[in-house]
């Protein structure tokens, strides 16, 4: 008897929004800046809380930065630099597994990022 495995994928709908908490490091920038202009931003660790916050830190340094994020009816990321700003960037997240986020902005320009372990 041969079993198969039914291959998992995940559409814009099925994303399952809680793999992004956790610390993920971007290892891709697309052909801008995405998320700020910042020649460090490849260095930077990116902590995902369940509470939509997003602290950012370099380098295990010891001052960190806060940003925020949440999900809109459309399952795409909102980054926002303050909780109470009622937009920010949006993102189409083309793949969100429990190790691997690739985002994609408006203007094209995508960031892959690696969870880590």
């Not at 039914?6 to 290892?27: D, L, Q, R, S």
């Not at 509470?51 to 806060?66: E, P, Q």
């Not at 949006?90 to 969100?96: A, D, E, I, T």
């Amino acid at each position: 008897m041969l079993l198969r495995k039914k291959k998992e994928t995940t559409t814009a709908n099925e994303i399952k929004k809680e793999w992004i908490v956790g610390k993920w490091n971007p290892i891709v920038i697309g052909p801008d800046a995405v998320l700020e202009n910042d020649s460090n931003f490849s260095k930077y660790q990116f902590d995902f809380q369940k509470d939509g916050n997003v602290v950012k830190s370099l380098n295990d340094s010891v001052k960190a930065d806060t940003t925020y994020y949440e999900w809109n009816k459309n399952n795409e990321l909102i980054w926002k630099e303050k909780a109470s700003d009622s937009t920010g960037k949006v993102y189409v997240v083309n793949k969100l597994t429990s190790d691997s986020l690739q985002m994609q902005a408006t203007d094209s320009s995508t960031i892959l990022f690696t969870k880590l372990k």
